[in-house]
């Protein structure tokens, strides 16, 4: 079973800046979307950011700005790059693919934001 890694959580000072990774353990084919999710404690979980096939983005208009979501479909990779951040974007980062078959999830990565 192909896992998705997240990598790159961590503690950051309000107006600093972290860079998400997330690789595949293993062969994943016919990705149509790569995406970001986040968690916050006490909350659904809610799209931050999303990449299609074509490389069109869509963002939720709380980090619009902010957030930048890429993919490198050579690697099979998708990166958030995350400045200006604020302490109401502390959560779990988990990114998630959808092929036409199976959606791939993560275990999440923390991002915690301290005023």
């Known amino acids: 079973q192909v896992q998705l890694v997240e990598s790159g959580g961590g503690l950051v000072q309000a107006g600093g800046s972290l860079r998400l990774s997330c690789i595949p353990s293993?062969?994943?084919?016919?990705?149509?979307?790569m995406d970001w999710y986040r968690q916050a404690p006490g909350k659904q979980r809610e799209l931050v950011a999303r990449?299609?096939?074509?490389?069109?983005?869509t963002y939720a208009d709380s980090v619009k700005g902010r957030f930048t979501i890429s993919r490198d479909n050579a690697k099979n990779t998708v990166y958030l790059q995350m400045n200006s951040l604020k302490p109401e974007d502390t959560a779990v980062y988990y990114c998630?693919?959808?092929?036409?078959?199976?959606?791939?999830w993560g275990q999440g990565t923390q991002v915690t934001v301290s005023s």
């Open positions: 998630n693919f959808v092929t036409a078959r199976y959606d791939y």
């Open positions: 990449v299609t096939n074509f490389g069109t983005t």
């Open positions: 293993g062969n994943i084919f016919m990705i149509n979307t």
